[in-house]
């Protein structure tokens, strides 16, 4: 009776914490509960019957000034309101403000780098002039608050309306070590973050009016761009879009190889060290064109080296897309760079995802300092030359799969970093390039951080990061998370949502429960309890070996990420056997699992886990007789 009476309580404790585990409900912020009701968003992981997008045409000019280290613009932004909203203000990113005097930055900066801030010469609204030689004109409201711009219209923006910006600004460029993302580097030019932009107004969050500090990243529209370019003589530049002026500024010999480049699987090299002791270069002023992309990024210089291919990204169309590398002809530049970026872009558009690669061409862009911040344009990045070749090559896969993540796929990078961080990491980890491995490290840095006071859920703003944790958050356990979710709900299905999440939402803006609504349709069971974990609760990995006694083996879950379970074993007759359960079996809430084996051998040695299963403590993961 007694018997009787304790397996019913196991059993009802069982079915109670599977109920309970069933019944996990994540937390939605008030405002994707609010898209929701407005139907703009939905809450299966498609976009609403009333999603909408404001996008911006930017028509701009950029003169480079070498001799005073100075980027002068000008031009004109037609804005265009596609919200249900009647806007009454104006936000505009002055990214170049994050080196003002006075201004915040959450990274290190030099002091020869720090100036007035971005001048603006004048900024006109649909004729009405609201500032003039950097201040406020005609009685305008304007503020400044560190990178954002606040303008309070004379007169609204209708919803479906548009208005027309034309200005005119300046800014010292950076130059010194800490140029990060981009700057002068000794004569040479890599330009992002140089056009004043308007700033994202959407259905979750109305404006996003978070200023920039230097570590995070972006957030942007799709947009248009029509860019001129002056450059001094004898520079060459590369950009986002297609520059359609070719003729203008370059020899018919530098045309020839690179029409061979863009129609050949073999490597050219288009522009070597003996073109710049030529006339090859006939022109400086260089007009791009780019549809639909998320922003304008640019490099100039004088003695760099050209060398690119093509491949076909799309075998039903026969599409080719133009992958390019440039990087200084002093330098200790490993030749199989060009080779790995080809690959790279094969392997997303032919195997995973399997979506061709979007833009015409990808162009890798080598500035010459070691050990600093590599950064991604839509076609363009900026890379380091890292001296580790593995590092070097997976840089250059990272920056070119950031194309689909966040420039295909338009993340919120600004509050959600993790999200095309984390993305671009797995499938970094996944692609099998020229022989490397880059993931691993951060697996083995996941004692150092996970459950630390420098950690916390994924599901908080990105602006929270600092030099301290901004790796591990930002690409290590975001990465770590879309393993563990490929190994729960299987390959296949994983693979299905990620294609499927891909095709919903390029060209738009995804929520994380976005991402998440669309992989719970995959997953054939619901997997809230292990979301809830992995995103919204503090917490860590950490499996541990209890006990062993007559080959019965408990395993402890000691933290409340979910891993699978993993164990090499050894006999005393020096045979070995290898046990596998999926990290499901902690659905139901359990804290332990009993292994048992069908040997009557006796162990002799037990290790848990492996080099992709991140842990907080290895040191319980060995059993020795």
């Avoid at 007035?116 to 304007?142: H, R, V």
């Avoid at 004379?154 to 919803?159: E, F, H, W, Y």
């Amino acid at each position: 009776m007694r018997t009787h009476i304790f397996f019913t309580f196991l059993a009802f404790l069982f079915f109670s914490s599977f109920s309970n585990a069933q019944n996990i409900k994540l937390y939605e912020l008030p405002e994707f509960q609010k898209a929701i009701k407005n139907e703009s968003r939905t809450g299966n992981g498609k976009p609403g019957s009333k999603y909408w997008q404001n996008h911006s045409d930017y028509i701009l000019e950029a003169i480079i000034d070498t001799s005073k280290n100075l980027l002068k613009g000008k031009g004109s932004i037609t804005y265009h309101n596609n919200s249900p909203v009647t806007l009454r203000d104006l936000h505009i990113r002055l990214y170049q403000d994050l080196y003002k005097q006075g201004s915040a930055r959450n990274f290190p900066s030099s002091v020869e780098d720090i100036h007035n801030g971005t001048f603006i010469d004048s900024l006109n609204i649909n004729g009405k002039q609201y500032i003039l030689f950097n201040k406020p004109a005609n009685q305008s409201i304007i503020n400044r608050f560190l990178t954002d711009l606040y303008i309070q219209l004379s007169d609204s923006l209708v919803s479906d309306g548009s208005c027309v910006i034309e200005l005119a600004w300046s800014f010292m460029i950076p130059s010194s070590q800490w140029t990060r993302r981009m700057g002068r580097y000794s004569d040479d030019f890599f330009i992002g973050q140089w056009y004043p932009q308007i700033a994202v107004y959407d259905d979750i969050i109305g404006w996003d009016i978070i200023p920039y500090f230097g570590l995070q990243e972006f957030y942007n529209d799709f947009n248009n761009y029509d860019v001129t370019i002056k450059v001094p003589d004898g520079y060459m530049v590369w950009a986002t879009g297609e520059c359609d002026n070719l003729p203008d500024v370059l020899d018919k010999s530098i045309i020839k190889n690179l029409n061979l480049a863009r129609n050949s699987d073999s490597n050219v090299t288009i522009v070597n060290p003996e073109a710049y002791r030529t006339t090859l270069f006939k022109g400086n002023i260089w007009h791009f064109k780019a549809e639909q992309v998320s922003d304008f990024a640019f490099a100039a210089a004088t003695n760099y080296l050209w060398e690119g291919s093509s491949v076909i990204v799309d075998q039903k169309t026969g599409r080719r897309v133009f992958i390019d590398v440039v990087y200084p002809k002093e330098s200790n530049f490993p030749s199989k760079t060009l080779q790995v970026a080809k690959d790279a872009i094969l392997w997303t558009s032919g195997s995973y995802p399997g979506i061709p690669y979007p833009y015409s061409h990808a162009t890798s862009f080598f500035n010459d300092l070691q050990n600093d911040v590599s950064m991604e344009y839509p076609m363009i990045a900026n890379d380091m030359i890292d001296p580790d070749p593995d590092i070097h090559m997976g840089t250059v896969a990272h920056e070119l799969f950031h194309n689909y993540f966040p420039f295909y796929v338009g993340f919120n990078e600004t509050i959600f970093g993790w999200m095309d961080e984390g993305w671009v990491v797995f499938l970094e980890n996944k692609f099998k390039g020229d022989g490397y491995s880059y993931f691993e490290s951060g697996i083995t840095s996941y004692p150092f951080i996970a459950g630390s006071i420098y950690d916390r859920p994924l599901f908080s703003s990105t602006m929270d990061e600092s030099i301290f944790n901004r790796r591990f958050l930002s690409y290590t356990k975001p990465a770590i998370n879309l393993i563990l979710l490929e190994e729960l709900i299987g390959e296949e299905a994983f693979k299905k949502a990620t294609t499927d999440f891909i095709n919903t939402w390029k060209g738009k803006h995804p929520t994380p429960y976005d991402f998440f609504n669309v992989f719970k349709k995959y997953a054939g069971d619901d997997i809230n309890w292990f979301l809830k974990a992995c995103y919204f609760d503090y917490g860590y990995a950490d499996l541990g070996i209890r006990s062993v006694d007559n080959n019965k083996i408990i395993i402890e879950k000691l933290g409340n990420i979910p891993v699978s379970i993993k164990l090499e074993i050894t006999y005393d007759d020096n045979s070995t056997e290898s046990i596998y359960k999926n990290l499901a079996i902690w659905k139901t809430g359990i804290t332990e699992y009993l292994v048992n084996l069908k040997t009557n051998k006796t162990i002799k040695k037990i290790i848990l886990g492996d080099k992709l299963i991140p842990d907080i403590d290895p040191s319980n993961n060995v059993f020795q007789k």
